[in-house]
DNA sequence: ACAACAATTAAACATATGTTTAATTATTTG
DNA sequence: CAAATAATTAAACATATGTTTAATTGTTGT
């Protein structure tokens, strides 16, 4: 619970304690967010929670270059929303198997049909 | 269900049938999770799950000038997740009564204080 | 009508971001 | 070892974004 300082105006309807997560915890939360705020990233996203691919075809699906895929692969990759595994000449990726990521997944599988998430 | 085309690479392990959000939906999920995206919006957001208030006493709450503000407010209103009402000088905002905004909510508390939220 | 306060808008600015093109690294195969 | 394929990295570029400062709009009270 944050304590905040008194307030220009006393309109005498806001509590005294407001909870918010620390800054840090907050800042890696807006980082989630931000990365699954491109649309490209977002369905890459989607895509890597069904299957396993290499970079070629995820280019492919995408509809995009290798250069940009990797480039949305390694912060998807930064932030442990997706990991990677060497195979011969081939890089393959998926969705990581954590609360955050099945997390995000399922929001953003409410958000975009619509169904109430509550 | 979206039918994809064949693949440059078959490595036998990719489902025919990959289901993505149509084109839209999965644009509007993204707008959502862009504006959740930065740190400042997101404590913003969270703030104006609990409690109603004027852009003066949320700049103090936020340190945080009255433009800059308007503009974070601008954008969550233009997405839905805040709504707001005036009341003699003051304009106050709070955080929309919908099931995207409290989805949003709970992910992000979730993200951010880590709990399981499979 | 005027002054004071609240909020928004506009312009300007620096920074961040997504994509392209070209160059580089890594791995396999002839 | 050289050639071919897969992936990443680096440089360059245009665009988008967050914040500041200054100007403008809206509302209340004298």
Redesign the pocket.
Known sequence: MINHPPL??DHGHTPQDLSCPPAQQLQEAADCF?LL??A??LRLFCLLCQCEE???NLSALMG????????????LKSCGLVV?R?E?????YRAADTPQARLLHQTALQLAYAEDGT
């Not at 995009?64 to 912060?75: E, N, Y």
């Not at 011969?88 to 393959?92: D, N």
């Open positions: 220009p105006h931000r705020g491109d490209s990233r290499c970079v070629i995009m270059s290798s250069p940009a895929l990797s480039h949305h692969l390694r912060q990677s060497r011969g000449k081939e890089v393959y």
